[in-house]
């Protein structure tokens, strides 16, 4: 694959800016110049949708949602952050298994099925990358993903 991060990141901010207009979305864009992965086009866009689905159903109050796109070395990062209800020390450990949903009781009314975020984390684990979680428990959550550059030279495509 051949895949334009920024493309895909602003295509899903696009998105969801439109279908959640009571939300504020917010993309930071540091890359200077077109940055590619060696990953499907597809995957990339269904990663970012988990984690934008998230986003969304677990804000509270402050229904903000931030992107970030940056290049460290050979890296990619790119960052989805929320102000929602975050995610304690403890269950930070489980939230990439399969099935494992924080509080049950609470996340039964949100639906799913604790399946989106072992999904994303198998799809870019299989890429090469890494994903890690951030959270303040009341303080929202930011996950974090970094992603080989295709191609570690910014004069070649
Ligand atoms: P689905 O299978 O539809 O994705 P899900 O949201 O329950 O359902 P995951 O995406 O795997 O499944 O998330 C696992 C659990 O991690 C969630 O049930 C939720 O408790 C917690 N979680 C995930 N993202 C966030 C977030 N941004 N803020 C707070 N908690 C989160």
Redesign the pocket.
Known sequence: GNTDIREVVTLVYNNFKMIHDDFTFILDDDLKHPTFVNMSRDHLEQIMI??S???V???RDRKEIHYSVSRNGGQVQIA?Q?F????SPE?AH???D?F????KA??RK???????????QKLIEGYGGTII?E?AEGH??I?RITLPIKNNDRKSK
Do not use: C, M, P, T
């Open positions: 988990i984690l689905d998230n986003a159903k677990y804000s989805v929320d929602g209800e975050g995610i269950e489980h939230v990439f399969r494992y949903r924080v509080d609470r996340s949100q639906g799913g099925n604790g399946l989106g975020l072992s999904i994303a979680l959270s929202g959550s996950f």
